[in-house]
């Protein structure tokens, strides 16, 4: 992907504002996550143990969250064993460093990509090109983005706000082509013209990982175009960075995500492509071998009893493509490399609750509930958001809202604070109130007003009716 990182320059609402006039990115945003939410739906219907897969993913995770260092230190030493280089980062930066310091060692001036929302993460794409190193996309959607000098706006389709006409347009002034249809096979072509070049000539690439296996050190991939097996067989050098929450246990484990995450992602029973390495063989791929274990905010994360669940997510984006919100304000609105609602509660985690900006996207959902439904690992994304907001008022003290929403909870403690509270409504609500409704509240209250009306108090509620009946 292009550079973009986990800083948002806007807070969601700003941002959402800005990508909401955008009436093009609204109907591809539209089309797209309606048509894989129903593949999906078709796809996990097949599965009759689809909930029991779903309990085991979780269950698997949540070993792996609480065991954490043991199997770390495992897959270093199955990596090293297996002629592999293991390396550890605590931030980006450190990340970013070791990446260029191999790159220039081998005197590298580009790099091919495979599968790097990590990277992108880290920013790393800005970082080797200030170092004299290009980095080159090789998934079609990243490409796009990177071509376009864009932003991902999903974590499987990153381009998804992109049309075929615009790709085209795009293809003929950057790569030369010229398509007169915007036909996918055409589009895909004048890509794989382009990048063949690159997978035959580029000496290094960069790869993250879906998953790792403690007990063998082998990393795995899971990708749609076949770019992922050019990248990370072809090239001399592979360097793989993998954010620490990815390892699993054993072999055994992977197939409950196999199964689990295609289905959940792409709606297909299976990836077409499957890549497993292990460190190195002589004569077969890659002659050096390295692996980035990236912290960059994971450990702070996993000290946090209810916000370490965002940490078993599998970057599958069910969640996305389910979520309201998403699909009207679109990925760009969310200011990082991971949005929706994973991001939501992702981004301003790996941040420390630091990030005045990333602290106001647990508000972006409407708390429907459907993405915890969707998680194939059973985050509950509702949970975490509403526990991130107690967070996020709690750094902010005392305000209006707080105290009136203090007030609220007196009243509302008491059954007779209450009924007195709807008597004095009752009397006061006549100036702001016409055929009926409330149309438009004074103060904070108007947030309410802004864009629907709210019923008047009625004459009688149900308690006094209810005393009525001598009940």
């Not at 605590?90 to 081998?106: G, N, S, Y």
């Not at 096979?185 to 000539?201: C, M, N, P, V």
């Not at 907001?389 to 305000?399: A, C, H, P, Q, Y």
């Amino acid at each position: 992907m292009s550079d973009g990182g986990i800083h948002p320059a806007k807070t969601f609402v700003d941002a959402a504002h800005d990508t909401l006039s955008n009436t093009q990115m609204r109907r591809n945003l539209r089309h797209v996550t309606s048509a894989i939410r129903d593949k999906r739906t078709r796809a996990v219907s097949e599965v009759d143990n689809w909930e029991d897969l779903r309990e085991v993913a979780s269950q698997t995770k949540q070993h792996v969250l609480e065991n954490l260092e043991t199997y770390l230190l495992q897959l270093e030493e199955s990596v090293t064993r297996a002629g592999g280089q293991v390396h550890w980062a605590t931030d980006a930066r450190e990340a970013r460093e070791i990446v260029a310091k191999i790159a220039l060692k081998h005197g590298a001036k580009e790099v091919i990509k495979i599968k790097s929302i990590t990277t992108d993460e880290i920013e790393l794409n800005g970082f080797l090109q200030g170092r004299g190193v290009a980095a080159i996309e090789t998934d079609l959607a990243e490409l796009i983005v990177q071509l376009s000098h864009d932003r991902p706006s999903h974590i499987l389709v990153p381009a998804i706000h992109k049309n075929r006409s615009e790709v085209r347009d795009l293809f003929n002034a950057t790569l030369g082509a010229k398509l007169e249809s915007d036909e996918p096979a055409q589009i895909a072509g004048a890509a794989r013209t382009y990048l063949r070049e690159k997978f035959f000539s580029v000496k290094m690439a960069v790869s993250g990982a879906n998953f790792a296996i403690a007990e063998t050190g082998t990393v795995c991939i899971v990708e749609s175009e076949g770019n992922g097996r050019m990248c990370l067989t072809l090239p001399d050098v592979l360097v793989s960075i993998m954010g620490i929450e990815k390892v699993l246990p054993r072999w055994e484990d992977l197939a409950v995500f196999l199964e689990m995450l295609p289905r959940s992602s792409t709606a297909e029973r299976m990836n077409p492509y499957n890549s497993m390495w292990t460190g190195v063989t002589e004569n077969d791929g890659p002659k050096e071998f390295h692996l980035v274990l990236l912290d960059n905010g994971r450990t702070q994360v996993l000290r946090d009893e209810v916000g370490s669940q965002a940490l078993k997510c599998i970057r599958c984006s069910a969640c996305l493509n389910v979520c309201p919100v998403y699909e009207r304000a679109g990925g760009h609105a969310y200011g990082s490399v991971y949005p929706g609602p994973i991001g939501a509660i992702l981004t301003p985690q790996l941040l420390e609750m630091k990030d005045d900006k990333a602290n106001t996207l647990p508000y972006a959902s409407s708390l429907c509930g459907a993405c915890y439904d969707a998680c194939p690992v059973k985050i509950n994304i509702p949970e975490v958001l509403i526990y991130l907001r107690g967070k996020v008022t709690k750094k902010k003290g005392t305000t209006l809202e707080s105290l009136a929403l203090k007030s609220m909870l007196w009243v509302m403690q008491e059954p007779h604070r209450f009924e007195g509270a709807l008597k004095l409504g009752r009397l006061g609500q006549g100036p702001f109130t016409q055929n009926g409704k409330f149309t438009v509240l004074p103060g904070l209250l108007s947030g309410w007003t802004h864009s629907r009306d709210l019923p008047e108090l009625p004459k009688q509620s149900f308690r006094e009716w209810w005393k009525e009946q001598g009940q």
